[in-house]
């Protein structure tokens, strides 16, 4: 979250609306600096039949690709909400800024494949973003935004293959 976000028309509609999906890494460099349990910051119910639609009805191109992908029995694992607010969202700032997901460190940019294998940073629909309105990206950002959604994609695969495990040993539900 930029200072941009404290301005933001949508009241930070990123950690707000929706939801943050967090890898099996993610969750445990969480732990591991707030020093919270699992099961105070995680959520592995069940989507709702509203929000599992938009899910799977998302653009393939953005990070709705991803996250249908990881989607096992209608469930995905993601950080606790307090109403509207991503449980993290404290007084308009995220709490675990310097730590948060891989996700939301991406947000609101993503990234796509070419045919030819490179990389190309996009970004999210959400036009009223401040961030992404008044951004250019510098080729050292763009890389750094590699790195995070090859990592992503790394974590995804090891939580495909990790998190049925991950729920019940951590009696996460
Ligand atoms: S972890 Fe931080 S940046 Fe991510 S949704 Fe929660 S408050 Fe927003």
Redesign the pocket.
Known sequence: ?SNKCLQCKAK?H??KNGF?FVGIEDAKQIKETTGKEYTEFLDYSELSPDVLQIVQSGDPVHESSLRNYLLKDNKILR?QKRGR?????KEG?????TI??K??QM?PHWCMRLLDGTLKVIDHDDNYCLVRNSTTLRTEDEEKLFKLFRDILDEGQYYKEHIDEFVKEHNIR
Do not use: E
């Open positions: 979250m930070y990123c950690c943050a950080l607010n991503c449980v993290f969202l700032k995220c709490s675990i800024y948060r997901p996700i939301c947000y």
